[in-house]
């Protein structure tokens, strides 16, 4: 078996796990590492693929939170159309390594902030939301990226663990789905694609299961940071892979920052569990 073709197999398998786990995290692992050696065009489309049946199942899971947050994310829906269309422009004819640098610049800090408890409800929702679905629709077309921007968002606005779980399924199926659609309807799907699936498919249906046991026996506030901290280490290695792709930082040096980050993130996970051994403050994250 091709070295590239287990490294594959156990990226995915990785991946599966923390999203049968939390909802979201099957790109954020599988994209960094695995354009180490595939392309976006041809990594891209098999990702859409796979993530319309994964966030499928997520939705069907959590369908009884469904009535309770399916108003509050339409206006995220609603906007991801164009943004989708437009994301698959960009694909077509354009390296989007710049603009997952600028995204995950924008996201890193407002990760960290999160991780260190601080939230501050968005009142307007549903004008919020229209322009954050057009940012998520045009970095998921370009990336299949889109679990900690929306991690972020609804953390942020205090969802518990299962309307969490329902509310990111539902747009992100709506998201993989109009991105099938538009990568079809541009051409995206090729055999190259296409060849992928038999070496991820069984990864996801061993892991996700696998995830989705782990994640129950999990309290909700230790689920909110276990979310952050996934997303923070995600982000800052897609920061570090980036500023050494760009050549914006040639050597390993470029892995600084993810270093960084996890030492601040290992400072705050510490915190966390020793108010919440202590007992004597509630910690939200």
Same mark, same amino acid.
């Given at each position: 078996?091709?070295?590239?073709?287990?490294?594959?197999?156990?990226?995915?398998?990785?991946?599966?796990?923390?999203?049968?786990?939390?909802?979201?995290?099957?790109?954020?692992?599988?994209?960094?590492?695995?354009?180490?050696?595939?392309?976006?065009?041809?990594?891209?489309?098999?990702?859409?693929?796979?993530?319309?049946?994964?966030?499928?199942?997520?939705?069907?899971?959590?369908?009884?939170?469904?009535?309770?947050?399916? =108003?509050?994310?339409?206006?995220?829906?609603?906007?991801?159309? %164009?943004? *989708?269309? #437009? &994301?698959?422009? +960009?694909? @077509?004819? /354009?390296?989007?390594?710049?603009?997952?640098?600028?995204?995950?610049?924008?996201?890193?800090?407002?990760?960290?902030?999160?991780?260190?408890?601080?939230?501050?409800?968005?009142?307007?929702?549903?004008?919020?939301?229209?322009?954050?679905?057009?940012?998520?629709?045009?970095?998921?077309?370009?990336?299949?990226?889109?679990?900690?921007?929306?991690?972020?968002?609804?953390?942020?606005?205090?969802?518990?663990?299962?309307?969490?779980?329902?509310?990111?399924?539902?747009?992100?199926?709506?998201?993989?789905?109009?991105?099938?659609?538009?990568?079809?309807?541009?051409?995206?799907?090729? =055999?190259?694609?296409?060849?992928?699936?038999?070496?991820?498919? %069984?990864? *996801?249906? #061993? &892991?996700?299961? +696998?995830? @989705?046991? /782990?994640?129950?026996?999990?309290?909700?506030?230790?689920?909110?940071?276990?979310?952050?901290?996934?997303?923070?280490?995600?982000?800052?290695?897609?920061?570090?892979?980036?500023?050494?792709?760009?050549?914006?930082v040639e050597s390993a040096a470029a892995f600084t920052v993810m270093a960084a980050v996890i030492v601040?993130?290992?400072?705050?996970?510490?915190?966390?569990?020793?108010?919440?051994?202590?007992?004597?403050?509630?910690?939200?994250?």
């Open positions: 078996m091709p070295g590239h073709t287990i490294a594959l197999i156990g990226i995915t398998l990785g991946a599966a796990i923390v999203n049968g786990a939390l909802g979201y995290g099957f790109s954020s692992i599988t994209v960094p590492l695995a354009l180490l050696f595939l392309s976006n065009r041809v990594l891209n489309p098999a990702l859409v693929l796979i993530e319309v049946a994964l966030n499928a199942w997520v939705l069907w899971v959590n369908r009884a939170a469904l009535p309770e947050v399916w =108003r509050r994310v339409v206006p995220v829906v609603i906007g991801l159309a %164009p943004g *989708v269309i #437009l &994301g698959t422009l +960009i694909v @077509a004819q /354009v390296s989007p390594s710049w603009l997952k640098l600028a995204t995950y610049g924008v996201l890193l800090p407002l990760i960290l902030v999160q991780a260190a408890g601080y939230r501050r409800p968005i009142r307007s929702e549903r004008r919020a939301g229209m322009a954050f679905g057009g940012g998520v629709g045009v970095l998921y077309a370009v990336t299949t990226i889109s679990g900690p921007p929306l991690a972020v968002a609804l953390n942020n606005q205090g969802f518990s663990k299962q309307e969490f779980r329902a509310a990111l399924g539902f747009v992100r199926l709506v998201e993989s789905g109009l991105t099938a659609i538009a990568y079809a309807a541009a051409g995206l799907f090729t =055999r190259g694609s296409l060849s992928l699936l038999p070496q991820i498919l %069984p990864s *996801v249906a #061993l &892991g996700v299961p +696998i995830g @989705a046991v /782990v994640i129950r026996h999990v309290r909700p506030e230790t689920f909110r940071r276990v979310c952050m901290s996934f997303d923070a280490w995600v982000v800052s290695f897609g920061v570090s892979a980036l500023l050494r792709e760009l050549r914006l601040i993130d290992a400072w705050l996970l510490y915190r966390f569990f020793s108010v919440k051994s202590a007992g004597s403050v509630t910690y939200v994250a």
